[in-house]
């Protein structure tokens, strides 16, 4: 370590002369009489409003000064610097295109900074956060070919809102005026505020739109703020409806009839077939029930528009049915583009007819993917999937999915005796778009709630080692509470999985390995599973989360009735196979922060734990946990990591050691950043492993126990992710800095980095090649 310190001091040395070499080398680029704009600073000088107050202010008006300077990094600007060092092209193509225009950035100059606007926009902008006496001057400080200005502004006192009116009047919306006013953003002993004078008359409107006035509009609420009336800088606001207020946007409207057109588009208008609105005489063909149906080929069944239309002949118009009814027909899938009209079919009574005009998607698409990818395995290679949906495959909006694939998979960077994989399948999905079930359930959700039947076959095959043939099949339900929330209920989920073939070569490398041997013997599960989804990662925000908590319960209530209990012996079989028997949960928690539009941390835990009882002494294979690898702990390699302290060297014949675990801890941390365009880069820490609930002793080691914090694998590396839009490619780098099979005491590797040393680097250096993002 005696010898790192004196480069660092290189390196410091050398950051310093580039900094002031890149600063000079800026200015030198400019003609004569021009100044670099290096950017504002906003001094208040005001002994009355508070500091919380003063800081929210100047920072605000920083924030709407205009034009912002060069962008700069740790004091540099290298985006201006390739600007100016770049030649000027002579085509907009090239090298030195790309070098000036998109990775350069044009100088800003202090020619550029209109300072009288600015000052109008600081005067401006107080008096409407409540400062009405603002007064604001500037100033502009000028040295080595830079500038930058300075505004002084003199905001006052800070005007409260002293009391706050809603004009009377007899007329009905008025009425619903006076009755949203007793939860007004307006409060007295606040202050004066544009932006919460806008919210409010916003709120308003949303509150008249719920009860039927579906033509106001904001703009004719008025807030009259009068200073005069009071002292002591407050101001008295009157709300009233605007003198020009148009009569239709004051009449409260009810719906007439709902006209639904399933199979909309303007070709069939422009050819005269049908046309919006209809007369009354031709729409009495259509009608089933409440609606109308313009289907005349029959394509969908009419019952579909019951369950997903919120509005029927006489309800009184409300903003929150209206957004609920589109909501509800985009998800059922079918439709491309869901457009709604209001026509008014009775002036006098104040009634309009309701028109859905829903244009189909394709219903029918077939399609071929080839994809490079990575599985959870670590196995890289190529897949082809044919994939055949149909939308409307009853006629009333189920979903009927069928898939057949094929992938050969290599091991990269993985053990040395780890086989080819080669993998083929197909699997259907019939999914319906309301809850199939012997009860009536209504759902007032803006989501369609599905059932969803499955049904799939997989063929996997290890070269040299083992044949599996694997069939699934699952009846449940889906259904979201609103855009954050989703459940994800299987009744039923059934997984059968039986050895085609094992090789002599597997029986002899898994001959002192008990774990090994379950790996190809037949494995019955069933039972119910059920998911539920929380996220907020879709909503602009600088702090976002996800979780994800799965519960599987296998096998439960057949033990129950049976009274199996293996470890007495007493295991029962079902069609000759002993059925597996666990509880299982897994809890998946993500937290994103963005610092820029350009930077974002990223982190996630994960905590799970299965116990296997009754029928069964261990988790089947297929439903334990795993460690490693590219979406796990990328320091080692997949599924090589735990269970706990147990050293998977020590596997006969250096087999490619899938170990697995009941318990799994996991905690991930990633700094990402976008370089330019496509190319992102991440600095990142992996931390985490598995253990066992019971002693294995052909593990040892295996078991949880209170000294699992020694047994957390610990590594860290940097990536690349190249984003495509509709690829990311990730190429992720890591090193182990913690491993938790060395002794116990010298489990930390930072004395054991040698960068220089080739067999160092082959044995710590994991490159992992994935598609899409870790998490």
Request: hydrophobic content about 35%; aromatic content about 14%.
């Amino acid at each position: 370590m005696k010898n790192i310190f004196p480069t660092y001091f290189k390196y410091f040395f050398v950051s310093g002369m580039a900094s002031v070499t890149l600063s000079c080398s800026n200015t030198k680029y400019l003609k004569e009489g021009q100044m670099l704009y290096t950017g504002a600073e906003i001094n208040i000088e005001n002994d009355t409003i508070s500091k919380s107050d003063k800081k929210e202010l100047k920072s605000a008006l920083e924030e709407n000064l205009t034009p912002k300077p060069n962008s700069s990094f740790l004091g540099l600007r290298p985006k201006l610097y390739f600007y100016n060092i770049a030649k000027e092209p002579k085509k907009e193509k090239g090298f030195n295109y790309w070098l000036k225009y998109k990775i350069g950035e044009k100088p800003v100059l202090l020619g550029d900074v209109d300072r009288e606007f600015n000052k109008d926009i600081i005067q401006n902008y107080s008096e409407n956060k409540g400062y009405f006496n603002a007064k604001a001057t500037y100033d502009t400080v000028s040295k080595n070919k830079k500038a930058r200005v300075i505004y002084t502004v003199r905001p006052g006192a800070r005007y409260l809102i002293s009391d706050v009116k809603f004009q009377k009047d007899s007329s009905l919306v008025n009425q619903e005026i006076q009755n949203l006013a007793g939860r007004t953003l307006l409060k007295k002993g606040k202050p004066f505020d544009l932006d919460v004078i806008k919210s409010e008359r916003e709120r308003i409107d949303n509150g008249l739109k719920e009860k039927g006035f579906y033509y106001f509009h904001p703009d004719n609420i008025i807030v009259q703020a009068d200073s005069t009336v009071t002292k002591n800088h407050k101001v008295e606001l009157n709300v009233k409806l605007k003198d020009n207020t148009p009569d239709l946007s004051t009449q409260q409207f009810s719906i007439d009839k709902v006209v639904v057109f399933p199979n909309y588009n303007l070709r069939d208008v422009k050819k005269g077939k049908y046309s919006v609105p209809m007369d009354t005489d031709s729409l009495e063909k259509y009608k089933h029930g409440d609606i109308y149906v313009i289907d005349p080929e029959n394509k969908f069944k009419p019952k579909i528009f019951d369950r997903a239309l919120y509005f029927k002949s006489g309800d009184i118009y409300n903003r929150k049915d209206h957004n609920l009814t589109l909501n509800r027909l985009i998800s059922l899938g079918v439709f491309k583009f869901v457009k709604n009209d209001f026509v008014v079919s009775d002036s006098l009574q104040h009634k309009f007819d309701a028109y859905y005009l829903l244009t189909p998607r394709e219903l029918q698409s077939l399609r071929l993917e080839a994809l490079g990818r990575t599985n959870s395995a670590n196995y890289a290679g190529s897949e082809l999937n044919l994939n055949w949906t149909q939308r409307n495959f009853f006629r009333g909006a189920e979903q009927f999915k069928a898939a057949v694939y094929g992938a050969f998979d290599v091991q990269i960077g993985g053990p040395e005796n780890a086989k080819n994989l080669f993998r083929g399948g197909a699997n259907v999905q019939l999914s319906i778009p309301r809850l199939v079930a012997p009860f009536r359930f209504n759902s007032s959700s803006a989501f369609v709630p599905r059932t969803n039947i499955t049904l799939g076959y997989e063929f996997q095959n290890r070269t040299e080692y083992y044949t599996l043939n694997t069939f699934n099949g699952s009846f449940g339900y889906v259904w979201k509470e609103n855009a954050r929330k989703e459940h994800d209920l299987k009744i039923l989920d059934v997984t059968l999985v039986a050895p085609a073939k094992v090789t002599p070569l597997y029986d002899s490398i898994s001959a002192n390995s008990d774990a090994m041997k379950r790996v190809v013997q037949k494995q019955l599960i069933f039972g119910p599973t059920y998911s539920y989804t929380y996220t907020t990662t879709m909503l602009p925000r600088k702090n976002t989360i996800y979780y994800k908590g799965t519960l599987d319960l296998a096998g439960n209530i057949t033990g129950l009735v049976t009274g199996a209990n293996a470890k007495k012996d007493k295991v029962k079989n079902i069609f000759g196979i002993p059925f597996s028997q666990y509880a299982k949960i897994e809890n998946d928690f993500r937290f994103y922060h963005k610092f820029t539009e350009k930077t974002s941390l990223a982190t996630r835990f994960i905590g799970g734990v299965a116990y296997p009882y009754g029928n069964s002494e261990f988790i089947p294979f297929s439903k334990q946990f795993f460690s490693g690898g590219s979406n796990s702990v990328r320091a080692f390699r997949a599924r090589t990591l735990g269970p706990g302290s147990f050293d998977p060297r020590t596997v006969q014949e250096g087999f490619y050691f899938d170990q697995s675990g009941d318990v799994k801890l996991e905690l991930n941390a990633e700094y990402r950043a976008n370089l330019y365009k496509f190319l992102n880069v991440a600095v990142f820490a992996d931390a985490g492993n598995i253990w066992l609930i019971n002693d294995d002793p052909q593990r040892p080691g295996a078991k949880f126990s209170k000294d699992f914090l020694s047994e957390v694998a610990v590594g860290a590396g940097f990536g690349l992710r190249l984003d495509f839009s509709i690829l990311i490619l990730r190429l992720d780098l890591a090193m182990p800095l913690r491993v938790p099979y060395y002794e116990k005491n010298d489990r930390w590797a930072f004395d054991r980095i040698n960068f220089g040393d080739s067999n160092w680097r082959k044995d710590n250096l994991v490159l992992n090649i994935a598609i899409g993002y870790p998490f």
